[in-house]
């Protein structure tokens, strides 16, 4: 569920409500793509952009938040790294492939290396920050990640 959470809000809110905002047609919506009739730069970094604002406003909320149940707690936590892992793939993949959500916004120039490069440091450190921060989390919390069903 934590994962259709953060695809929804990658694909469905980043780049499907924020198209139909800027008063353009979507063509193509499903879980893995988006495809509309004008391309816009914003739509497209709306989608991962998205996911790192969902992902610290759930993390805040959990700091903030004494949640009882561990479900629901792990739910959150789970949410919210599913979106900082989204955010940081999309960093790695734009930054590595020059394709993706962030490669229009790459310079066509000589810099274009320093901002491939940045956007693999950010993805890494992203990736690296919220394996972290999660694992913490789901330690602490003494959360079980295996569910005895019987």
Same mark, same amino acid.
């Given at each position: ?16 409500? *924020? #198209? +139909?905002? !800027?008063?353009?047609?979507?063509? &193509?919506?499903? *879980?893995?793509? %988006? ?7 914003? *739509? ?11 992902? +610290?406003?759930?993390?805040?909320? $959990?700091?903030?938040?004494? +949640?009882?149940? &561990?479900?629901?707690?792990?739910? $959150? ?6 979106? %900082? ?6 960093? &790695? #993949?734009?930054?590595?492939?020059? =394709?993706?959500? @962030?490669? @229009? #916004? ?5 810099? &274009?290396? +320093?901002?491939?490069?940045? !956007? ?7 990736? #690296? ?9 789901? =330690? ?11």
């Amino acid at each position: 569920m934590a994962y259709v959470f953060a695809d929804i809000i990658h694909e469905a809110i980043g780049h499907g409500v *924020t #198209y +139909l905002i !800027l008063g353009n047609k979507i063509t &193509l919506l499903t *879980t893995v793509f %988006f495809r509309s009739e004008q391309h816009s730069f914003i *739509t497209d970094a709306f989608g991962p952009l998205l996911n790192l604002i969902s992902g +610290l406003i759930i993390w805040v909320v $959990l700091k903030q938040v004494n +949640l009882q149940n &561990l479900y629901i707690r792990l739910l $959150l936590v789970l949410t919210a790294a599913f979106n %900082f892992f989204w955010f940081s793939w999309m960093c &790695l #993949y734009c930054g590595i492939t020059n =394709k993706g959500d @962030f490669a @229009f #916004y790459l310079p066509k120039q000589a810099t &274009l290396l +320093l901002w491939r490069g940045s !956007l693999i440091v950010i993805g890494l450190v992203a990736f #690296y920050l919220t394996f972290q921060a999660s694992s913490r989390q789901i =330690k602490w919390q003494r959360i079980p990640v295996i569910v005895n069903l019987r």
